[in-house]
């Protein structure tokens, strides 16, 4: 059997357990305690975040994104390869050694991505870039925590509160796309879409490319107005 390295740890602003970035082989997996936030074999349901939201908005021409959380930069590389080359993509990461491990030991999964022209990387909160002014964003891709009931850090919670929501949609663009991320279904939270303002669906996704391994959720809300 492969063992399992613990290549480094990482505290999270505002949590308790630290992040442990671990290898076996040739993967990679990001651990919370006994819980495995992310892993390398599994880019499928991270993907569609990205490529779901982009279809309510294949005619944008110069799209402006907002991915809250880097993770292992699958949906970083699947909003260039589906937005294209005119979009302009930031991504918010609060805690700075997943920055960090996307340029060292994850840098091959990254492809590149976070030293491409149209990206910037802003180490904080998503919370603060979403409240930085009205109508920025044609899109908001929330992969933070486990989604609406949040694991690491009760702070992420905000984002998912009636308020929270209504700061998103504030911040996208008439017809824009608020996109959230989550291990398993949540009808309260799609109820609080509604109630927010966006016209939301909840579309299960699986978690391999392949259309394999666990089902997780891509809520899918676009601003009403």
């Not at 491990?101 to 910037?120: C, E, I, N, Y």
């Not at 702070?155 to 949609?169: Q, S």
Request: aromatic share 4%.
């Amino acid at each position: 059997m492969v063992p399992r390295e613990l290549l480094a740890t990482a505290d999270v602003p505002g949590g308790g357990d630290p992040l442990r970035l671990i290898r076996r082989g040739a993967e990679f997996s990001i651990m919370l305690g006994a819980n495995e936030l992310m892993n390398s074999r599994l880019s499928g349901s991270e993907e569609a975040l990205a490529t779901l939201a982009h279809a309510r908005l294949a005619d944008v021409a110069k799209p402006r994104v907002l991915i809250g959380g880097l993770g292992m930069g699958f949906t970083l590389r699947a909003a260039l390869a589906a937005f294209g080359p005119q979009a302009a993509i930031s991504v918010a990461e609060l805690v700075p050694e997943i920055v960090d491990w996307a340029r060292g030991p994850m840098a091959h999964l990254h492809q590149g991505t976070l030293d491409s022209a149209q990206v910037q990387v802003c180490v904080t909160d998503v919370g603060a870039l979403i409240r930085k002014g009205p109508a920025q964003y044609d899109a908001i891709l929330l992969d933070v925590d486990n989604g609406p009931d949040g694991l690491s850090r009760e702070g992420n919670d905000a984002l998912y509160t009636l308020a929270g929501l209504a700061e998103a949609r504030a911040a996208l663009r008439p017809g824009g796309v608020l996109a959230v991320w989550s291990s398993g279904p949540d009808p309260q939270f799609t109820s609080r879409l509604r109630k927010a303002g966006f016209d939301a669906s909840e579309e299960t996704v699986r978690a391999t490319k392949s259309g394999r391994g666990a089902r997780h959720t891509v809520w899918i809300a676009v601003r009403r107005d």
